[in-house]
Each structure stands twice: as structure tokens, then as C-alpha cells.
């Protein structure tokens, strides 16, 4: 029997119920598919690291529905309150000092003195942390595979840890969260994302992009090899291979390629956000030999994009 279900009230309620007695919901947000359980309960949280077969020394994005409910699980000074009174609910997770009132469980933040917090957009996903609480919710997909934006791309070891699927439609977003460590006096983005850093300067002033890229990244899950397709992936769109697929952008398409799928013909990089694990999923489907991709401009949202693309080439380098 599926296991997907629409994003009906009935769903939200069948999953309330489900995450409070320690089963895990695979939930839509408006960034990637994530999988869900109750964030005090270390049972719960012991299942998702197993289902994602995650290193435990990775923690979770805990997903809140209110400003409220965030400062009662971390500790905000002034950017933490600007920041999410300006880009709350929206795909830019906070990495704060963390309160210790025993109300998250360790296990979830690796037993880190500071803890990463959410408010998604999706409505499905608020209504269903309203109903069930704060949800531990990395993304719906084995560790080192492609995150998945839409129910259909969700892998059959994941939907099996699960009770439910609920099918919100395709992440309008398609990137995972931006990830912003608020805990030092400079800020520091820890994980490119769907949330352009540039918006972070009228707040923070100065913000440092120190995203795994150094040897010692502070975002433990920026240490691994990550966002890789099945299908091997290199950058660069010169001289097509036999049975390669070109991962296209904007209107200068180099020709040779049996299969072109376009990131975005009009060159605008939100929409090539929204469209990259989409289409990567779509060419591990096709079986095609390889996937030529074509890099973007390294600005805005491009930063982004960038990144998963290097890393997901690196993984066949
Ligand atoms: O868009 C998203 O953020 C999605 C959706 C489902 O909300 N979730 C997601 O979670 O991408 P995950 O677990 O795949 O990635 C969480 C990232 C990892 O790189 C992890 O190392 C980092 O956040 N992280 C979590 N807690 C942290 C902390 N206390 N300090 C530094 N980095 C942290
Ligand atoms: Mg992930």
C-alpha cells in the first residue's frame, strides 16, 4: 500500500498523531521533502539518523511553527529577532546558543552547545508543527544522495522508516535551507542555500561565507560528500560525450548533447534553484552515461547552485 498522501487536514491530523507516539513523517517544505519525528523524543531522533544511515556526530535542523516557540529552545539576542522578524517563515535556519531545559533531545543536536532552527513557509508543514510541535526534520534522503523536492523522489528505504508521506507538491524553493551561524560576534554562513546570503548584510553588516570550503568546516554535515546523483556529473559543457546529458543555463546553449534540460532558458537563477534536484532526479531516471552541467553566475542564489554542483562532481573526481 502507498505510503503518500495528499496534504489534506485529515493527513496533518493522522501525522499529529503518528509523531507523537514516535512513528516518522516524511513532510513537504518549500525547500526539499524532509523526514520528520518529535524533537524531544531521542527514540524518534535514533530512528531518522538510522533510516538516513546519518554519522550521529551530524545534528538536525529543529523546525518551529512561532518566533515564540523558538525562544523558548534557543537563546535570541538582536540579529536572531531582526533576522526572523524579516525572513521567518522562510528557507534560513539560525544556528543559536541552545537552552538547556531538556525539552530537545540531545541526540538531535549532537549534544552541541548550540542548536539549528527553522519556521518553514510550507503550510503543511506549520500546521503540522502546530498540531504536533517542534519536528527534527533533515532531508527526506540517504545521507550523501540528492535531497528530494518532490513526493515521487522520495527513496524506498525512507518512505520505509515511515508512517506517512504527505504530498505537498513540488518545493517551490528546491534547495535546502541557508544556514547562518548567529552564535559568534561576526555571523557566519555555514551552508549555501535557497535564501540569498546577500540579504543577510542590511542586518548583520559584515557576514562571513565560510560553508565547508576550509578544513575544518563548523557545520558537521559540510565534512561529507553530499547532493550527488547516481548518474557521474561533471562541470563544464565542453565537448559532449557520447550519451551525456547536458544540465543547461540561460540562453547559450552549446549543441551535442542528446538530452538538454534547461535550468532556466531565461537565465533567472530562482527558477534554476527550483529545477536542479528536480532535473537531476529526472536524468538518474533516464539512465543516461553522464551529465554535463553548465555553471551558473556566482551570485545570489548562483552561490547555491554552484555548490551543489562542484559537490556533487567532486563525488566522482
Ligand atoms: O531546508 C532544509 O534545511 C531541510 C528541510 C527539510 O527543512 N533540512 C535539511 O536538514 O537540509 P539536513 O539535516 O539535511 O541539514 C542540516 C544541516 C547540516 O549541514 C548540519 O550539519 C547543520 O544543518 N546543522 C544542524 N545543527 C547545527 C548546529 N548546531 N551547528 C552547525 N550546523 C548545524
Ligand atoms: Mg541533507
Known sequence: MSKIFPATEETIEK???????????????????GIAGAAGDDKAIAKIFAAKNRPEFNPLIIHIASVEQARKIAVFDDRAEKLAAAFWPG??????????????????TAGLDTIALRLPRHETAR??????????????????FLSPTRASDIRPEIQSAAEMVIDG??????LESTVV???????HVLRLGGFDPAKLQDILGIVEISDGAGEKPKSPGQLLKHYAP???????????????ALLAFGKNVPSGFSIVLNLSPSGNLEEAAGNLFRYLHDLDRKGVSSIAAMQVPESGLGLAINDRLRRAAASFS
Open 181 to 187: 551561524d548567529l552564535t559568534a560576534p561576526t555571523a
Open 91 to 108: 528557507p534560513l535556519t539560525l544556528v543559536l546558543p541552545r537552552k538547556k531545559d531538556g525539552s530537545i533531545s540531545l541526540l538531535a
Open 169 to 174: 507538491g513540488a518545493a517551490d524553493v528546491g
Open 127 to 144: 500546521k503540522l508543527i502546530q498540531k504536533a510541535g517542534p519536528l527534527a526534520a533533515p532531508s527526506a534522503n540517504p545521507s550523501g
Open 15 to 33: 501525522a499529529a498523531k503518528a509523531l507523537q507516539t514516535r512513528g516518522l513523517i516524511v513532510i513537504p517544505t518549500e525547500t526539499v521533502y
Open 230 to 244: 547516481k548518474t557521474p556529473l561533471r562541470l563544464g559543457a565542453d565537448n559532449p560525450r557520447a550519451g551525456e
